[in-house]
């Protein structure tokens, strides 16, 4: 009987059986569908442990979990490029402005590396926030 129902809706009516809120049937056939699913009965138990619904662990699937390695791995790419830039042109404004303060057009190299500097290191920050997200 649990083979109708699929294991993402089992999975969306267990919070309202954690709650007591479902029919006395819709209680009977998640039990049943427990019964055959340790990996999701282990979810249930952990589930009622837990003082809040959000520290649920979510089942993750083998797509899932490679769409979460991918995008790590495309801002941790993106993290070491952004600090990278961020540095270098950080020391270039500085040794552009030791010594190219005096020459007529030199003068505006600071500015220009320290503007770039401040944009990397702005995307650097933004990039650190959604890896610590």
Partial sequence: MTDRIPRHVIIDLLPLYLEGEVSNETRALIEEHL????QLAKLAEQAKVAPSLQ????PLKKETEMEALKKV???????????ALAVILTLMMGISYI?????PRGAAAPFVFGGLAAMF???????NRKISE
Avoid: G, Y
């Avoid at 520290?55 to 979510?58: D, G, L, S």
């Avoid at 791995?73 to 600090?83: E, G, P, R, S, T």
């Avoid at 290191?121 to 990039?127: E, Q, R």
């Fill in 35 to 38: 019964k055959n699913d340790p």
């Fill in 55 to 58: 520290e649920i662990p979510a």
């Fill in 73 to 83: 791995k495309k801002l941790m790419i993106q993290h070491n490029v952004f600090l």
């Fill in 99 to 103: 010594f190219l303060w005096d020459e």
């Fill in 121 to 127: 290191w702005f995307a650097f920050f933004v990039v």
